[in-house]
């Protein structure tokens, strides 16, 4: 019991350190084949970067206005985790922007250089992630944060559990390797779980069944599709995923996440005008 509770440990501390800047032991044993056996706590990892996120949200909030205290928090998420996942969203653009075939599209990608869709890509959903975080309300803000960051890098390895890798080599063929069904169900525990703060949050505005159910209906629409939409595209072009597909899914999909919570509220005024 206690070296199966070591082993976890020591694969959420490796899922921590290959993910974010948190500084974590150094294994002198380290294989990379452990990292696949990390997957399960992809989503925690967003927890942790998303509370880091939420309590700059909260802190700064007490200083200054509500939009640079967003603007904060959105820093801080991109500096613990080195903009990772920001750069799998530029290169991604750019290859499929720029490239027309396989081979073509995996060598721009490759490329360290930003380009033009590149660029276009990293700002538009920068401005939109400070749009739709600031139009949302106060009381939920933080905690959409937490649940955003975690449901966004579960449907990561959903994308990495129903597709293949198609690189020989790359920053993420360590974990290229099918996600077990248990790893699946416990990541999918810690993707899913912090949306119980989201609710918890609507629920002090006196709201019913309807309510939850339309809730649950904004952001299941809006993360789906946009997961769904990404996963085609890329298997399509690419016949499966890399490092830099599944950084972009993150960015997609947490994006999407927020626009599907700022709908509901938008419905519910609706709703109670009508």
Same mark, same amino acid.
């Given at each position: 019991?206690?070296s199966?509770l070591c082993?976890?440990?020591?694969?959420l501390?490796?899922?921590?350190g290959f993910?974010?800047?948190?500084?974590?032991?150094?294994?002198?044993?380290?294989?990379?084949q452990?990292?696949?056996h990390?997957a399960?706590?992809?989503?925690?990892v967003?927890?942790?970067v998303? $509370? @880091? +996120?939420a =309590?700059?949200?909260?802190?700064?909030?007490?200083i200054f206005?509500?939009?640079?205290?967003v603007l /904060?928090?959105m820093?801080?998420?991109i500096y613990?985790?080195?903009?990772?996942?920001?750069?799998?969203?530029?290169?991604?653009?750019?290859g499929?922007?720029g490239g027309?075939?396989?081979e073509?599209?995996l060598?721009?990608m490759?490329?360290?250089?930003l380009g033009t869709?590149?660029?276009?890509a990293l700002?538009?959903?920068?401005?939109a992630?400070?749009q739709?975080?600031?139009?949302?309300p106060?009381?939920?803000?933080?905690?959409?944060l937490?649940?955003a960051?975690a449901?966004?890098r579960l449907?990561a390895?959903y994308?990495?559990?129903t597709l293949?890798?198609v690189k $020989? @080599? +790359?920053? =993420?063929?360590?974990?290229?390797?099918?996600v077990?069904?248990?790893?699946l169900t416990?990541?999918? /525990?810690?993707g899913?779980?912090?949306?119980?703060?989201?609710?918890?949050?609507v629920a002090?505005?006196?709201?019913n069944?309807?309510?939850?159910v339309l809730?649950?209906l904004?952001?299941?629409v809006?993360v789906g599709f946009a997961?769904?939409w990404w996963r085609r595209k890329?298997r399509?072009?690419l016949?499966?995923?890399t490092?830099d597909?599944?950084?972009a899914a993150q960015?997609?999909?947490e994006?999407?996440?927020y626009?599907?919570?700022?709908a509901?509220?938008?419905?519910?005024?609706?709703?109670?005008s009508l």
């Open positions: 019991m206690l199966c082993r976890e440990w020591r694969y501390l490796l899922a921590v993910f974010t800047r948190i500084p974590v032991p150094v294994f002198e044993d380290f294989q990379e452990e990292l696949n990390s399960k706590y992809f989503p925690l967003g927890i942790l998303g $509370a @880091a +996120g =309590a700059m949200l909260v802190v700064a909030g007490w206005p509500a939009n640079v205290a /904060l928090s820093a801080t998420t613990m985790t080195g903009a990772f996942h920001e750069d799998g969203l530029a290169d991604s653009a750019d499929l922007g027309w075939d396989r073509r599209i060598t721009i490759q490329d360290s250089r869709y590149g660029a276009l700002f538009l959903v920068l401005f992630k400070f739709l975080l600031s139009a949302l106060a009381q939920s803000l933080a905690y959409v937490i649940a960051h449901l966004s449907c390895v994308m990495m559990a293949s890798y $020989a @080599a +790359g920053k =993420a063929k360590p974990l290229a390797s099918k077990r069904a248990g790893d416990v990541a999918t /525990l810690f899913l779980l912090p949306l119980v703060l989201v609710y918890w949050s002090s505005n006196s709201v069944v309807r309510d939850y809730l649950t904004s952001w299941l809006s997961g769904y890329i399509h072009w016949g499966g995923y490092g597909c599944l950084g960015q997609i999909t994006l999407a996440f626009l599907g919570v700022l509901y509220f938008g419905f519910i005024n609706l709703l109670n």
